[in-house]
């Protein structure tokens, strides 16, 4: 809305700069100048009027009542002004002139049928006023054609050619008509509205003091109405040569960012419906917003939209329209977003957010606390790591098949649109019950992708969950007393395509007040086609990777007494006599497993040694005796796991 008007503006100022290229000082030089600037809008098959003119010599002020244009040229606009008033107007040169002020009062313009939704609109500004005014006696021709886009490189261009030290406007009201579409109809109003240093197309600032709009949009059976209350609209440093860039053909191959804005920010802001919604924001901020003109191409995207909607596009050509947004987005630099304090009313209650962040590619939600059926949900914060609008697109887009499913490589694409993502500080219901599982950290990070797979990943959990009478492998933790499991998950895994080396280390898990494992293996002779969605060539390089050392540890905090009490109540004997006879059952399956491999007594005796007395840790280590590959050793293990482990030199150890 805030480009609108400004194209207004400068459309205004501009045509009053032709009504001025004449004689200042002649009256009647004064009027047959005017009357020459109407009839070439007469001559090109528009409509143009005005009423008097009038010219005082002493201030220098000129003077034009009763103005009415109406363009040949679709898109139709009726423009109207009561009166425009310049005072201390000056020729600087032939081409050019300068005025102390300039007043505008009653502008309307009306627009009618305008585009596919048929749009009618009108724009209202009562009183317009422009401080120590520099610009062109005559405006540039404007184009002949329909298209939108030339019609905006006019605007611009002439509006880079025009300085004022102030622009003003009390109220700026916008009324729009859009009933045939999902727009519907409604109305915008500004007030206090003002542009301070315009200087060849770049402007120190622009505010608004207040915008408040009302909305109503079609629904079926019942018609919704937003109203809407935003405040304190603030831009800094516009820079409108940057937006003329992207539009001229001549910069297609301009790399470099322009920045457009260096701030925009605006609030508090209000929006209610009828329905019932109602949403405030405490303040919205966007910083650094720049255009690379050899991708932000606006013209591109205009000649790709279909010109009659009842047409449904191939799935050719929405693969084209997303890969070119992509592109477009891509040529659309952000520095920083951040929306203040933000609550909404939902039909369980008010949802509040802290903030909304995005900063350098990293997306953030903070500060979540919303009602749900079951309970109150309570989120510290939520991240997305180089997050990219424009990759997101093009991700979709190659999702696009002629109604295929897609293939697991396009869904495995999803990895290159991030990098990894957070959540943290989350206390939620869990089911139907009054208890709250609580994740203090959850973090899923990867990189060095070999086609869409990643070949180094990190997820770290630190969570703690009620236990769940009805999961039967539950029951016997609760039945020890144990009603929540706290849960502390850190897995790293690398791949070094140099060496080929494949490492899984560590790979952690706590459960509290139960048990913590640690896992460390390695893998040798990794081929880089194991990274691949295609199976027959993941399995045909996959029978080259070879086992490297395995390395296990389990620390007891707990699960083995719980083992002995499950196993005393099944078997009604007392607790030490139940932890006896497990002993014994290990070694005597041990017993077994040495006769063939006596390496192994020493893993038999530190686990009959591990059970035997609580809180110890086991730790386990095998080392491969010689070339072991993967394949054939999970061959093995399938049909005779004794000879697998004879495949290794077993080295085993307990200690408190």
Same mark, same amino acid.
């Given at each position: ?31 047959a100048e005017v009357e020459a600037a109407f009839e070439r809008i007469r001559s090109s098959g528009g409509k143009a009027s005005h009423g008097k003119i009038g010219f005082e010599l002493a201030t220098r002020t000129l003077t034009i009542e009763d103005i009415a244009i109406a363009p040949g040229e679709p898109p139709q606009a009726q423009i109207k002004i009561a009166g425009i008033k310049g005072t201390g107007v000056r020729l600087i ?18 627009? @009618?049928?305008?585009? /596919? ?23 540039? +021709? ?23 030290? #102030? ?24 007030? %206090? ?7 060849? %197309?770049?402007?120190? &600032?622009?505010? /608004? @003091?207040? /915008?408040?709009?009302? *909305?109503? *949009? ?7 109405? !937003?109203?809407?209350?935003?405040? +304190?609209? *603030?831009?800094? $440093? ?5 937006? /003329? ?9 301009? @790399? ?9 920010? &605006? ?8 329905? %019932? ?23 591109? *995207? ?7 909607? #009842? ?5 050719a050509q929405s693969r084209e329209m997303m890969e070119k947004l992509a592109g477009f987005y891509e040529g659309f630099r952000i520095g920083r977003i951040e929306i203040g304090k933000t609550s909404m009313g939902t039909p369980q209650g008010t949802a509040r957010i802290n903030a909304v962040r995005y900063r350098e590619g990293e997306f953030a939600v903070e500060g979540v606390d919303t009602p749900s059926p079951q309970g109150q ?8 790591? =180089?997050?990219?609008?424009? +990759? ?8 696009? =098949?002629?109604?295929?499913?897609? #293939?697991?490589?396009?869904? !495995? ?16 219901p869990y089911k139907t019950t009054r208890q709250f599982v609580t994740i203090d950290t959850l973090s899923l990070n990867w990189g060095q992708l070999v086609g869409s797979i990643p070949s180094k990943a990190n997820l770290v959990v630190k969570m703690v969950t009620p236990t769940d009478p009805a999961n039967p492998a539950q029951r016997p933790l609760i039945m020890a007393g144990v009603d929540k499991l706290a849960i502390n998950l ?8 140099? #060496? ?51 390395? !296990?540890?389990?620390? $007891? ?30 070694? &005597? ?9 006596? $390496?192994?007594?020493?893993?038999? $005796? ?51």
């Amino acid at each position: 809305m805030r480009r609108i008007l400004i194209g207004l503006i400068a459309l205004l100022v501009l045509g009053a700069g032709g009504w001025f290229g004449f004689n200042f000082y002649v009256q009647h030089r004064a009027t047959a100048e005017v009357e020459a600037a109407f009839e070439r809008i007469r001559s090109s098959g528009g409509k143009a009027s005005h009423g008097k003119i009038g010219f005082e010599l002493a201030t220098r002020t000129l003077t034009i009542e009763d103005i009415a244009i109406a363009p040949g040229e679709p898109p139709q606009a009726q423009i109207k002004i009561a009166g425009i008033k310049g005072t201390g107007v000056r020729l600087i040169d032939d081409n050019n002139f300068s005025a102390d002020s300039i007043d505008v009062t009653g502008f309307e313009v009306a627009l @009618d049928q305008v585009g /596919a939704a048929k749009l009618k609109a009108s724009y209202k500004i009562p009183q317009l006023t422009l401080r120590d005014y520099a610009g062109p006696v005559h405006a540039g +021709n404007a184009p002949t054609g329909d298209s939108l886009i030339e019609l905006y490189r006019y605007v611009l261009d002439q509006y880079a050619s025009i300085t004022a030290s #102030s622009v003003t406007a009390p109220t700026l009201t916008m009324t729009f008509d859009a009933s045939g579409s999902a727009a519907g109809s409604g109305e915008v109003a500004y007030s %206090g509205l003002a542009i301070q240093n315009l200087k060849r %197309g770049k402007i120190d &600032a622009m505010k /608004a @003091d207040r /915008a408040v709009f009302t *909305i109503n *949009i079609p629904q079926p059976g019942k018609q919704d109405k !937003l109203t809407g209350d935003l405040s +304190n609209i *603030i831009v800094n $440093d516009f820079d409108a040569t940057a937006i /003329a860039a992207a539009l001229d053909p001549q910069k297609s191959g301009d @790399d470099s960012y322009h920045r457009v804005y260096r701030q925009i920010a &605006a609030g508090p802001y209000v929006l209610k419906s009828t329905q %019932g919604m109602r949403m405030e924001i405490d303040g919205i901020t966007f910083e650094d917003i720049a255009v690379q003109p050899s991708k932000f191409r606006p013209a591109e *995207i205009v000649a790709l939209m279909p010109t009659d909607r #009842s047409v449904v596009q191939t799935a050719a050509q929405s693969r084209e329209m997303m890969e070119k947004l992509a592109g477009f987005y891509e040529g659309f630099r952000i520095g920083r977003i951040e929306i203040g304090k933000t609550s909404m009313g939902t039909p369980q209650g008010t949802a509040r957010i802290n903030a909304v962040r995005y900063r350098e590619g990293e997306f953030a939600v903070e500060g979540v606390d919303t009602p749900s059926p079951q309970g109150q949900f309570k989120m510290e914060r939520f991240a997305l790591k =180089s997050f990219s609008a424009a +990759n997101l697109m093009r991700w979709a887009a190659g999702l696009s =098949s002629h109604g295929q499913p897609p #293939s697991p490589d396009q869904m !495995l694409g999803l990895f290159r649109v991030l990098e990894g993502a957070e959540i943290k500080g989350v206390v939620a219901p869990y089911k139907t019950t009054r208890q709250f599982v609580t994740i203090d950290t959850l973090s899923l990070n990867w990189g060095q992708l070999v086609g869409s797979i990643p070949s180094k990943a990190n997820l770290v959990v630190k969570m703690v969950t009620p236990t769940d009478p009805a999961n039967p492998a539950q029951r016997p933790l609760i039945m020890a007393g144990v009603d929540k499991l706290a849960i502390n998950l850190d897995l790293g895994a690398a791949w070094t395509e140099s #060496s080929g080396a494949f490492e899984l280390a560590p790979a952690t898990i706590d459960l509290g007040n139960l048990a913590r494992a640690q896992a460390r293996f390695a893998l040798a002779n990794v081929p880089r086609g194991v990274f691949t969605t295609d199976p027959v060539q993941a399995m045909s390089d996959a029978g080259k990777i070879e086992t490297g050392a395995i390395e !296990l540890s389990l620390r $007891d905090s707990g699960a083995v007494d719980l083992v002995v009490a499950q196993f005393s109540r099944m078997q009604n004997v007392s607790r030490d006599a139940a932890r006896s006879a497990i002993v014994e059952m290990i070694r &005597a399956q041990g017993e077994k497993l040495t006769a063939s491999h006596l $390496d192994a007594r020493a893993a038999v $005796d530190a686990l009959a040694g591990f059970v035997a007395t609580s809180g110890q840790t086991l730790t386990i280590k095998l080392t491969p005796l010689g070339k072991l590959p993967v394949l054939q050793l999970m061959d093995v293990l399938n049909h005779e796991p004794i000879v697998a482990l004879a495949q290794f030199r077993i080295e085993a150890s307990t200690g408190l």
